[in-house]
């Protein structure tokens, strides 16, 4: 059994993650203090936003996942999308950061 990080340290750490990859982040919906889910809203220059989600795996480790990508055609879908998550459970912090690198962002992620 691994012990879990409260969800407002591990946010604030990856909004520093991001910002030591000259990057930033900011909390979109503040959640649960210390056991609420966290979606983390990835973009490069304010495009291409795609939404990681942490996922249980069959080693019992707890990843971030690729959940969703923004469709450029239907901009308002993904934000829509958050919104209806957000709604569902309040506990839930949304966390976007902006980054050059988002694989390199992602890759960092805790595991």
Known sequence: MTTRLPAHLEVGALIRLAETQGGSGMVL?????????????????????????????LDGS?????????????????????????????DTWILEVDVDDVERFVAELPR
């Open 29 to 57: 919906a503040k959640g649960e203090r210390d056991a609420g889910t966290i979606l983390l809203v990835t973009m490069c220059r304010g495009q291409n936003a795609e939404l990681f989600e942490r996922m249980p795996q």
């Open 62 to 90: 707890r990843s971030f996942m690729r959940a969703k990508a923004q469709d450029p055609e239907k901009p308002f879908e993904f934000s829509e999308y958050l919104d209806r998550r957000s709604s569902q459970d309040p």
